[in-house]
């Protein structure tokens, strides 16, 4: 972009101007580029493991961001450089993160990725508070004391192009700013020989030492306690308070390796279309997603329940028994088909009349450890919505939550011994264009002072085997605690 271009973008009134450069990304990967950019506080990866154009062309870098938007209890705290510059208490928390992501207005530029800077973080799951006002505050303890919503605004960002095998490094400035063109300028050359850079060596993941023995936990519930609350949920169900509840456990253990490393074993051990790493200074988030939450592309709308385990087979001809095994389960099936008219339901609040689509049904998706009964749901978002409804709309999921939402999150509040937090919420970014793309925060470590805490729930239905649940939410946990003791070994 020229200077007269940049001039001209300026004084049609747009507050923040992307600069970028292209160039070859044959040499690194986003892990290296992460190293290389990245490593620091209210920094992140992105990245999607599998699949081909539609889930894995991008990976995104998060170069460290100066800004950060935190929520607590209808608190808004926002940080510039560490120092809070806003503070307030509202109502309405989400109609704020909307109006603040409204004050950047940011010039469309041609060329660029789809995703080229925007809010990225979290909503935690008991954001849902701050819309159904049905449900009271939680009251139960939070001992990790993670915000409900944390939000970095990243406006430095570097995507990598898996397909074209390109790098887009973007940086947005503000024109308001002295010589703001020459300085944003001058921030692109600096990336480039940071590019140019060798990254510190990190040890190997020795997998003969780590990634067999899985780590002794200490969990949020006894097995006796979990399965007691089993029985309590189909008491509800038989007495027609609900249908479907999804009760889970939080296991902690001590943990002391670098959390990129978690995530190096990660990627290995359960690769997914939804990968993140995410250091906000005093606590990570690492995870590796199989599911969205809500994706917005250009007013496309989509959700994809997912529900339905079991675990992977020791063969080909294993699996395939499992598989069959899993899809004539009755238990399953009522499960997974309540789910999908959840998903239609909530898509349909904020869709267009007739838009509603249901593309895919029922289709098994393998993952590292288990495998799954998977849907697809679709609807044009109808003006003048944008995708912070849609995020209203549909958060929590119903995977997390059960049927009918309110009172399923009612019974967890009364049951599940802590708050929630991260798990069950949205991990993702809102983007400067209006785009949204957000998976759920399962298959999630929350890492703070020198503890690892990762949740994992079953749903419950009426002909629920309590021990089974139960084993269920340790299949679920399996992959992230092998990742662990690969992590931690090879640290040794």
Same mark, same amino acid.
């Given at each position: 972009?020229?200077?007269?271009?940049?001039?001209?973008?300026?004084?049609?009134? !747009?507050?923040?101007?992307?600069?970028?450069?292209?160039?070859?990304?044959?040499?690194?990967?986003?892990?290296?580029?992460?190293?290389?950019?990245?490593?620091?506080?209210?920094?992140?990866?992105?990245? %999607?493991?599998?699949?081909? $154009?539609? &889930?894995?062309?991008?990976?995104?870098?998060?170069?460290?961001?100066?800004?950060?938007?935190?929520?607590?209890?209808?608190?808004?705290?926002?940080? /510039?450089?560490?120092?809070?510059?806003? @503070?307030?208490?509202?109502?309405?928390?989400?109609?704020?993160?909307?109006?603040?992501?409204?004050?950047?207005r940011v010039a469309?530029?041609?060329?660029?990725?789809?995703?080229?800077?925007?809010?990225?973080?979290?909503?935690?799951?008991?954001?849902?508070?701050?819309?159904?006002?049905?449900?009271?505050?939680?009251?139960?303890?939070?001992?990790?004391?993670?915000?409900?919503?944390?939000?970095?605004?990243?406006?430095?960002?570097?995507?990598?192009?898996?397909?074209?095998?390109?790098? !887009?490094c973007i940086v947005?400035?503000?024109?308001?700013?002295?010589?703001?063109? $020459?300085?944003?300028?001058?921030?692109?050359?600096?990336?480039?020989?940071r590019l140019r850079?060798?990254?510190?060596?990190?040890?190997?993941?020795?997998?003969?030492?780590?990634?067999?023995?899985?780590?002794?936990?200490? %969990?949020?519930?006894?097995?006796?306690?979990? $399965?007691?609350?089993?029985?309590?949920?189909?008491?509800?169900?038989?007495?027609?308070?609900?249908?479907?509840?999804?009760?889970?456990?939080?296991?902690?253990?001590?943990?002391?390796? @670098?959390?990129?490393?978690?995530?190096?074993?990660?990627?290995?051990?359960?690769?997914?279309?939804?990968?993140?790493?995410?250091?906000?200074?005093?606590?990570?988030?690492?995870? /590796?997603?199989?599911?969205?939450?809500?994706?917005?592309?250009?007013?496309?709308?989509?959700?994809?329940?997912?529900?339905?385990?079991?675990?992977?087979?020791?063969?080909?001809?294993?699996?395939?028994?499992?598989?069959?095994?899993?899809?004539?389960? @009755?238990?399953?099936?009522?499960? !997974?088909?309540?789910?999908?008219?959840?998903?239609?339901?909530?898509?349909?609040?904020?869709?267009?009349?007739?838009?509603?689509?249901?593309?895919?049904?029922?289709?098994?998706?393998?993952?590292?450890?288990?495998?799954?009964?998977?849907?697809?749901?679709?609807?044009?978002?109808?003006?003048?919505?944008? @995708?912070?409804?849609?995020?209203?709309?549909?958060?929590?999921?119903?995977?997390?939550?059960?049927?009918?939402?309110?009172?399923?999150?009612?019974?967890?509040?009364?049951?599940?011994?802590?708050?929630?937090?991260?798990?069950?919420?949205?991990?993702?970014?809102?983007? &400067?264009?209006?785009?949204?793309?957000?998976?759920?925060?399962?298959?999630?470590?929350?890492?703070?002072?020198?503890?690892?805490?990762?949740?994992?729930?079953?749903?419950?239905?009426?002909?629920?085997?309590?021990?089974?649940? &139960?084993?269920?939410?340790?299949?679920?946990?399996?992959?992230?605690?092998?990742?662990?003791?690969?992590? $931690?070994?090879?640290?040794?």
């Amino acid at each position: 972009m020229t200077r007269e271009e940049f001039l001209r973008l300026a004084a049609e009134g !747009h507050n923040r101007i992307p600069l970028s450069f292209e160039t070859l990304a044959d040499f690194d990967t986003p892990l290296t580029l992460y190293l290389k950019l990245a490593d620091a506080p209210n920094s992140y990866l992105l990245e %999607s493991v599998q699949g081909g $154009e539609k &889930w894995g062309r991008y990976s995104i870098i998060g170069l460290p961001c100066r800004t950060v938007l935190r929520v607590q209890d209808h608190r808004i705290s926002v940080t /510039s450089d560490g120092v809070e510059t806003e @503070a307030c208490e509202v109502d309405d928390p989400l109609a704020f993160v909307e109006a603040f992501q409204q004050r950047y207005r940011v010039a469309p530029v041609d060329g660029l990725p789809r995703f080229n800077g925007g809010l990225v973080g979290y909503f935690g799951y008991d954001s849902v508070r701050y819309v159904e006002r049905k449900l009271a505050s939680c009251p139960n303890p939070d001992p990790l004391g993670t915000p409900d919503i944390l939000l970095m605004v990243s406006d430095a960002v570097v995507v990598f192009d898996n397909l074209a095998g390109k790098l !887009h490094c973007i940086v947005l400035v503000d024109p308001a700013q002295p010589d703001a063109y $020459e300085a944003g300028q001058a921030k692109l050359q600096a990336l480039r020989e940071r590019l140019r850079q060798p990254i510190t060596p990190r040890l190997g993941l020795d997998f003969e030492k780590g990634g067999g023995t899985e780590p002794t936990f200490r %969990s949020s519930f006894s097995r006796e306690d979990y $399965e007691e609350a089993v029985n309590r949920i189909k008491d509800y169900i038989l007495a027609g308070d609900c249908m479907q509840v999804v009760i889970s456990q939080r296991m902690s253990i001590s943990f002391k390796a @670098a959390p990129i490393d978690l995530y190096r074993a990660l990627r290995c051990f359960n690769p997914t279309p939804y990968m993140y790493f995410f250091n906000f200074g005093d606590f990570h988030v690492v995870g /590796s997603s199989p599911e969205v939450l809500v994706r917005v592309e250009e007013g496309l709308v989509t959700v994809r329940p997912i529900a339905g385990t079991r675990p992977r087979g020791a063969n080909e001809e294993a699996d395939l028994a499992l598989e069959q095994d899993l899809l004539s389960d @009755a238990k399953e099936l009522a499960e !997974h088909l309540m789910l999908i008219d959840l998903g239609r339901n909530d898509v349909g609040r904020v869709a267009e009349n007739g838009s509603v689509r249901l593309t895919e049904k029922m289709v098994i998706e393998r993952y590292s450890n288990v495998m799954h009964i998977v849907s697809n749901v679709t609807g044009q978002l109808k003006a003048p919505l944008t @995708a912070m409804d849609a995020l209203r709309a549909i958060l929590p999921a119903g995977t997390l939550s059960g049927a009918p939402k309110i009172r399923a999150m009612e019974i967890i509040d009364e049951l599940e011994p802590v708050k929630r937090g991260v798990y069950g919420g949205a991990v993702g970014y809102l983007a &400067w264009n209006g785009n949204m793309d957000t998976a759920i925060a399962i298959r999630t470590a929350v890492i703070k002072d020198g503890e690892l805490h990762v949740q994992a729930g079953a749903g419950i239905v009426a002909d629920s085997q309590p021990a089974l649940e &139960w084993e269920e939410t340790l299949n679920k946990r399996r992959a992230m605690f092998r990742a662990v003791a690969l992590a $931690e070994h090879s640290s040794d």
